[in-house]
């Protein structure tokens, strides 16, 4: 079992264990060891970024100290996004990649998130691997202690990466509205949208180390929606603090979350017989709604736990082009490795393009089921099975809304939180289970 890696890295709250400076040393001397091991190198070559928030610095610092304490050499990549990262790893040729960021979480979060050579997250088993080498470095060779050099051109890299992608697709008349959340696409994404021509303006794109993801970005849309409709734009793009996820507003202020652009771009692919698989691979928690959609276009759906870097592992195994998960993340498998918010942008942007459509046609081909999703703040992540009476309750229930509706219960990944989604025709009674079930999991699990 793993302790310190969850659903997406480490993630806590900065300068608090396992974030402390000291812990982090260990964590970058165990990640040294584990990849000269699996390299069968004596020397290898992490490129390390991080995000916008305040505390990027002061664990940069201690993760680099371990790595090269360990005679690993790092490539120092500054602010970049977690896809970008993922990038620079194969574009250098490196061994490993290390984005330092709690991604859509507040700023006194942050957490590390590690990449193989081939710009795939870790698997779980890496991940134990990691962990059990915690505290063994004296299996470090002496005297070879790292080098730090810094990659002066990291966004020129993956600027270039992202445009090379687009076909050569012209962006001239569009009037995009873009919210960075403050985060580590502040510069790339308005710079990639006016390279392809589009007019830009730009929200939410001075981060203070303290502002990122605070009241906007992908998780808090509402505000980026008003201005669309304000500017008369063609659509609005809200990314998240790393810029792994994205959310959509059409030119009328209409949200779409990761199962519209996922429906969107596979339909798309569909039609031009470019639908590998001929399967879209999701989590748990997309809407029942999209689903039958899918379906309706003969398009097989693949569920997986929550957590994109399982989405990646399914599509890999089967071969799938597409996956992502309801919140925004979208691996486009043809491109890349792993969630692109900025590469499912331009994406995106070529299929209106391709198919002289606004984006509202593609916002209103889901008819979704009404969903909602309680998070109740936990203590401790107790076995939810040793919850009897929260145990009876949501079986019942299950077996109430069995073939009209889905409940689908996890703890989070990342924060302590127990995630309780309940989808239903009736919205009355679907929220009636949902407060039921978080009344009993709160008085269960807190008192």
């Known amino acids: 079992m793993r302790h310190y890696f969850k659903t997406d890295g480490i993630r806590g709250e900065?300068?608090?264990?396992?974030?402390?400076?000291?812990?982090?040393?260990?964590?970058?001397?165990?990640?040294?060891?584990?990849?000269?091991?699996?390299?069968?190198?004596?020397?290898?070559?992490?490129?390390?970024?991080?995000?916008?928030?305040?505390?990027?610095?002061?664990?940069?610092?201690?993760?680099?100290?371990?790595?090269?304490?360990?005679?690993?050499d790092v490539l120092d990549a500054g602010v970049l996004t977690t896809p970008g990262l993922a990038y620079l790893v194969r574009d250098l040729r490196a061994d490993a990649g290390i984005v330092i960021s709690a991604s859509h979480n507040p700023f006194y979060d942050n957490g590390i998130?590690?990449?193989?050579?081939q710009g795939h997250k870790l698997k779980d088993e890496d991940e134990e691997q990691i962990e059990s080498l915690i505290g063994k470095d004296e299996f470090a060779e002496r005297g070879h202690i790292g080098r730090v050099s810094l990659v002066r051109d990291a966004e020129q890299r993956y600027i270039n990466f992202l445009e090379s992608t687009?076909?050569?697709?012209?962006?001239?008349?569009?009037?995009?509205?873009?919210?960075?959340?403050?985060g580590a696409s502040y510069r790339i994404g308005p710079q990639l949208l006016r390279n392809l021509g589009a007019e830009v303006i730009v929200l939410n794109d001075k981060p203070n180390g303290l502002n990122i993801n605070q009241d906007c970005g992908a998780l808090h849309p509402e505000e980026l929606a008003k201005r669309v409709a304000y500017e008369k734009a063609d659509m609005g793009i809200a990314l998240d603090g790393d810029a792994d996820r994205v959310v959509l507003v059409d030119e009328h202020g209409k949200i779409m979350d990761g199962d519209d652009i996922l429906f969107m771009m596979a339909s798309h692919l569909k039609k031009k017989n470019c639908l590998k698989a001929n399967t879209v691979i999701a989590t748990a928690m997309s809407n029942f709604g999209f689903e039958k959609a899918l379906n309706d276009l003969n398009i097989k759906l693949v569920r997986t736990k929550v957590g994109d870097k399982y989405?990646?592992?399914?599509?890999?195994?089967?071969?799938?082009?597409i996956g992502g998960e309801q919140s925004g993340h979208i691996?486009?498998?043809?491109?890349?490795?792993?969630?692109?918010?900025?590469?499912?942008?331009?994406?995106?942007?070529?299929?209106?393009?391709?198919?002289?459509?606004?984006?509202?046609y593609f916002a209103g081909l889901i008819k979704k089921t009404p969903q909602i999703l309680v998070n109740v703040p936990v203590k401790m992540k107790v076995?939810?099975?040793?919850?009897?009476?929260?145990?009876?309750?949501?079986?019942?229930?299950?077996?109430?809304?069995?073939?009209?509706?889905?409940?689908?219960?996890r703890y989070s990944g990342t924060q302590n939180l127990l995630r309780i989604m309940v989808e239903h025709e009736d919205k009355s009674f679907m929220n009636e289970i949902a407060d039921k079930l978080s009344r009993i999991a709160d008085k269960e699990i807190n008192c």
């Open 113 to 117: 998130k590690v990449f193989n050579a």
């Open 166 to 182: 687009t076909g050569n697709i012209s962006l001239n008349g569009f009037k995009i509205v873009l919210d960075c959340a403050n």
């Open 383 to 409: 076995p939810l099975e040793s919850l009897k009476e929260f145990s009876q309750n949501l079986t019942l229930f299950k077996n109430k809304i069995q073939g009209k509706g889905r409940i689908v219960v």
């Open 331 to 360: 691996i486009l498998g043809d491109y890349f490795t792993t969630g692109d918010g900025l590469l499912t942008t331009v994406q995106v942007l070529k299929i209106l393009r391709e198919e002289e459509k606004p984006l509202s």
């Open 14 to 72: 900065a300068n608090k264990f396992p974030l402390t400076p000291e812990q982090v040393v260990k964590f970058g001397k165990a990640i040294g060891l584990f990849f000269k091991d699996k390299e069968h190198k004596s020397e290898v070559k992490i490129v390390v970024a991080q995000d916008t928030r305040i505390s990027g610095d002061m664990i940069k610092g201690a993760l680099t100290s371990g790595l090269c304490s360990v005679g690993t």
């Open 311 to 321: 989405v990646a592992e399914e599509m890999r195994r089967i071969g799938a082009s």
